[in-house]
């Protein structure tokens, strides 16, 4: 299903990443392909040919939203349990619900920079005294929906272990357990190729906040189809700019 472009992506996709492989090389696998399928020229014709209707719209503009985190997630190819390919856009100043919140994942990702730049830091809990007081959250999506669901689960401390950096043309991969936050470095958006891996996902994710209390739900909003379309027409704009 789909065109030249979405059917060769696929192929690459599932070549790299369906072999049952341990973490820390399922992330370099896949911070490999995404470095390859972030390339500008090759990012725009996927977006391109998937902006015209090619593909799954109506299943990829189910799981398409603007995200908590402060950006638009839009989903370019579904792999199923074991990979998801997407687009991100990070907007400057999007003053979103959890745009300070420090946060792991349900599997292995990597992420490779289009345009802008993003930048990061990254955690981990500690026992001390000193670092960060947060309150920390379990965060699963509702069985009935897909909406978020954070159910408290104690105080914490956090330490700061990193802070990084990454400009267009620069990538990342990240084991499932890492806490990291991340947000746009720049006054105009930064758009992210970000690959989701691994048959094996996590229950639930961790979610740090020292930035008062989160309500127990947050609701994703999926676009429409045509608004899906139109945000990747947008999209394929921005990387023919680049």
Known sequence: MGGRQVLAARRRLAGALDAELPEHALAAAA???VTELGSPDRLWELVAELASGEGDPEGCARLSYRHVLGF??????DGGPRHMLRAHVWHPGAGAIGEEDIHNHRSPLASYVVQGRLAMELYE??????GIAAARYE????????DWVLRPAGPARLRLTHVGQY??????????HTLHRAWCDTDAPTVTLFLETGAERRPHTDVFTAA???PGAVAKVPLEVPDYLDALRELAERLRAV
């Not at 965060?139 to 897909?146: C, P, V």
């Not at 400009?167 to 499932?176: D, E, F, I, K």
């Open 72 to 77: 638009d997630k839009l989903l370019l190819i």
């Open 125 to 130: 809990v500690g026992d001390e005294a000193g």
């Open 167 to 176: 400009a267009a043309g620069s990538s990342y991969a990240l084991p499932a």
């Open 212 to 214: 008062g209390p989160h």
């Open 31 to 33: 911070r490999s392909v």
């Open 139 to 146: 965060e699963s999506l509702a069985e009935r929906s897909a």
